[in-house]
């Protein structure tokens, strides 16, 4: 693909403007390109003069700038930095128009002269930081998640929660649009290869959905920069696993994915598709002690086993967007996948009964072999259209609507078998669900300049979802061979959410500040049916109109320090399955399931932070932040003494609810620095105090720790086209309600290779490096009610992964004009 060579036009426009001022867009190709930084500079001395970051048509101002000689840089992450020079102010009633500012990718700029440039892993604005996925070696080959688990803020435990700041609450966004379906099935299913870059917003403003407590992970897929065609194909292949687990079969990993992109005058298409396989093998231990003091026993079962999960992920996307004059946008996507997920739990339980008084046995050993297979489905489709219309005075009108439908489902299967002879059959049970997600959401904003000192954004909002679930629950009669349904486990549970929304806001920047502050007023209504299987109906209401305020402000200090200051109120709205007070039987010795009257978590979230660039590739920044949330939602356990399971009488009963107050204090940091020329660091960190606050079923719950999470990425280039990168993503032991989850880490190795002029990319990987040495990918979770239970439960995961990733991109074609380069080899974004 050639680059048309651009021409960077600077005109001068005298108005009757109060004080001088300075103006222009910067675009990406034919598209605005918001949050670009534009930095005014004096000439004589090269001083700051005032930075400012452009709207979301591209458009930037400076105001209030005196007599004199300036020049502007404007830059943006993963792009060719630009300066314009000689830019007078000879009066304040001067008005400068810098024109249209074209900035490149340097995704698809091949030449024979390279310059070096400084890739930045992190670029921090005033609501948000911004993350190059290509920084991040180790998630190429694999998923959106991939590439989450490097960010400061973001931390992912054994069982793949993931966490933002130490909450799971928190929305994602796809290329700016908000997705009602599950959050693991979205993420698991798009390739990190597909990904250009990840936005982290941690105290959104009035203009985004208040959805998620910590805030909102925006992912933004590749694009095409200029006309031309863009095609990448990616193979993904896994070696033999080194360790042996005893499961029952082989881990098997592989996977393709690719992206065709062509740009051409007023159209621009993108397509999509990927299909991969990426099973794990592990093992599980456990141990559980109950009291039950009425009856006055006490039972104790150990259990050892099988714990793994194979996985398939497929899908296919596309984008279509025209602009057939500057004045209008017409945008339409879909994007659709499969994803299953079975996890494989076959354990063989010791199950004792004693004495409370004098400790002696009251039954014998009742050993067996539980086989305990969870199917998972997601399958998902989301369709959007979008339009957009400028005005001729600048003002803008944009449409936009979107459909998502998700099934969720799958059955489990539970045998408890014989301990020694698995051909004799205690009990055989087989349960099974689908609940089908449909969402609906329509949204109409309109933006315009009213004031010299911002401009307001206001729109309004639709939103409808409706989440059905039928679940069935089977036991077989061992006389008859019947499956017979089991009225205590079966039932239909239905939840429709509609929320209506509007919102006001105001963004504006003068000299050195950037600021924003917006009020949105949300009206939600909740409708929940539930229908136990011989019991009678039961709809459930559940209303609110809330105020969700933000404001924030950012300062740039004269050695270009900044400084910022941000105040966001949330909701986090609980999944169904939170709700679904129906016991679940999720295996052997544990039941799952929901309050039905369980109230969202409202978070008022404050943070302060700063940020700093310095010459040689190096930055810094840092955020203290302030969480109160009241309503957290919480799983407790509690002791359930049932005939359910025909060898184990007691069963923990694990249940979601509102168990009080929760308040985080913490701090995010994260910098990159660089030792020597070919040595490349970046390293996050985020620590916090959480205090959980509140009462479960007439006991006081109150938990207090420091919990900490390290992301940390080194690389060192061994030449031009060679590097070898070394992750660490580390997870402090964490507190719960009833408990604690110790520690959870993981380090890799990847080592990147490419071969004609870059078009063919091949990375090794080394995942959960432990050599016997360690205690990698491995999580002990426990919890406790002193006198009434005990459990704890070791995970045990595959280490020592090795996967070989090939990358081909086509259609690159030579350009004689300078291109950029990083230290990491081409710079790609």
């Not at 500040?513 to 909740?526: D, F, K, V």
């Not at 509102?658 to 960190?685: R, S």
């Amino acid at each position: 693909m050639k680059f048309n060579q651009f021409v960077l036009m600077v005109t001068f426009l005298v108005t009757s403007a109060v004080f001088g001022q300075l103006t222009g867009k910067v675009v990406d190709g034919d598209f605005p390109l918001e949050y670009a930084t534009a930095t005014l500079f004096s000439a004589p001395d090269r001083a700051l003069v005032a930075g400012v970051v452009t709207d979301s048509k591209g458009f930037f101002e400076i105001s209030n700038i005196k007599n004199g000689t300036y020049y502007l840089e404007v830059s943006f992450i993963g792009f060719e930095k630009k300066t314009i020079k000689d830019i007078f102010v000879k009066n304040r009633n001067t008005a400068v128009n810098v024109g249209t500012i074209a900035l490149f990718s340097g995704e698809n700029q091949l030449s024979n002269v390279v310059v070096k440039n400084e890739k930045k892993t992190v670029v921090t604005k005033i609501d948000r930081q911004i993350y190059d996925a290509k920084s991040f070696q180790n998630s190429q080959g694999g998923s959106a998640v991939d590439v989450l688990r490097n960010l400061p803020s973001v931390s992912i435990d054994s069982q793949g929660d993931i966490s933002v700041r130490g909450s799971t609450g928190f929305l994602v966004l796809l290329n700016g649009k908000p997705t009602q379906g599950s959050i693991s099935t979205i993420l698991g299913q798009l390739p990190a290869n597909a990904i250009d870059r990840v936005e982290v917003v941690t105290a959104p403003s009035a203009k985004y959905d208040p959805d998620g407590k910590a805030g909102i992970l925006n992912i933004i897929t590749k694009k095409g920069a200029t006309n031309g065609a863009y095609t990448q194909l990616n193979i993904k292949g896994g070696f033999p696993s080194i360790e042996n687990y005893n499961n029952k079969d082989s881990a098997q990993r592989y996977g393709i994915d690719g992206t065709y992109n062509i740009k051409k005058d007023k159209w621009d298409i993108s397509l999509g598709g990927s299909y991969g396989r990426n099973d794990i093998q592990g093992r599980r231990e456990g141990d559980v002690f109950t009291n039950n003091v009425t009856e006055n026993y006490k039972t104790h079962f150990p259990s050892d086993g099988e714990r793994s999960t194979n996985e398939l992920n497929y899908s296919g996307r596309f984008t279509v967007d025209f602009i057939p004059d500057t004045a209008n946008n017409f945008s339409v996507g879909f994007y659709a996948g499969k994803r299953k997920n079975d996890r494989q739990a076959d354990i063989y339980y010791n199950n004792k009964k004693t004495s409370l008084t004098d400790n002696s046995v009251l039954n014998k050993s009742k050993d067996y072999y539980n086989e305990n297979l969870r199917i998972r489905d997601g399958d998902f489709a989301l369709g959007s259209f979008d339009y957009t219309h400028t005005f001729k005075d600048k003002s803008k009108l944009t449409s936009s609507f979107l459909y998502e439908y998700t099934l969720l489902g799958g059955p489990t299967t539970n045998l408890n078998l014989g301990y020694t002879d698995p051909s004799i059959v205690y009990q055989d049970e087989y349960n099974t669900n689908d609940n089908p997600l449909y969402g609906t959401r329509a949204q109409l904003d309109y933006e315009f300049k009213p004031f010299s000192f911002g401009k307001i954004e206001t729109g309004y909002q639709f939103r409808k979802l409706k989440h059905n679930g039928n679940f069935i629950y089977e036991r077989r009669n061992n006389s008859t061979g019947i499956y017979e349904i089991v009225p205590e486990f079966t039932s239909v549970v239905n939840l429709d959410r509609l929320i209506h929304s509007g919102y006001v806001q105001l963004n504006g920047t003068k000299a050195k500040w950037e600021y924003a502050a917006g009020l949105r007023l949300e009206s939600m209504n909740r409708d929940f049916y539930l229908k136990g299987y011989d019991q009678p109906a039961e709809n459930l209401a559940y209303d609110y109109v809330k105020l969700f305020p933000s404001a924030s402000a950012q300062y740039t200090l004269d050695n270009n320090l900044k400084v910022k200051a941000a105040y966001s109120k949330r909701v986090d709205r609980a999944p169904t399955y939170k709700m679904n007070p129906f016991k679940e039987r999720e295996h052997s010795e544990t039941f799952e399931q929901g309050d039905k009257n369980l109230l969202p978590e409202f978070t008022d979230l404050v943070e302060l932070g700063i940020s700093k660039n310095f010459k040689g590739g190096h930055s810094f920044f840092a955020t203290a932040y302030y969480r109160d949330t009241q309503n957290l939602i919480n799983r407790v356990n509690t002791l359930s003494y049932t005939t359910a399971n025909v060898l184990n009488d007691t069963i923990l009963d694990r249940i979601y609810t509102n168990v009080g107050n929760g308040k985080a204090i913490g701090l995010e940091v994260g910098t990159q620095f660089k030792p020597t020329e070919k040595w490349t660091n970046f390293i996050g960190a985020n620590v916090y105090n959480f205090n959980i606050k509140g009462g479960y079923n007439g006991k006081k719950i109150n938990s207090n720790a420091t919990q900490y999470s390290i992301n940390a990425n080194s690389t060192y280039n061994f030449s031009a086209t060679t590097s070898m990168q070394f992750t660490l993503n580390y997870l402090s032991e964490k507190i719960t309600a009833q408990g604690e989850d110790s520690r959870f880490y993981s380090p890799n190795i990847t080592v990147r290779k490419t071969f004609f002029d870059n078009q063919l990319v091949a990375t090794l990987q080394w995942q959960n490096i432990d050599m016997g040495l360690l205690k990698t990918n491995e999580q002990r979770i426990t919890t406790y009610n002193p006198g009434e239970f005990y459990t704890t439960t070791n995970y045990v995961y595959e280490v020592d992964m090795v996967l070989l990733n090939l990358s081909y991109t086509f259609n690159k074609t030579k350009n004689r004009s300078k291109f950029i380069d990083s230290e990491f080899g081409k710079k790609e974004f």
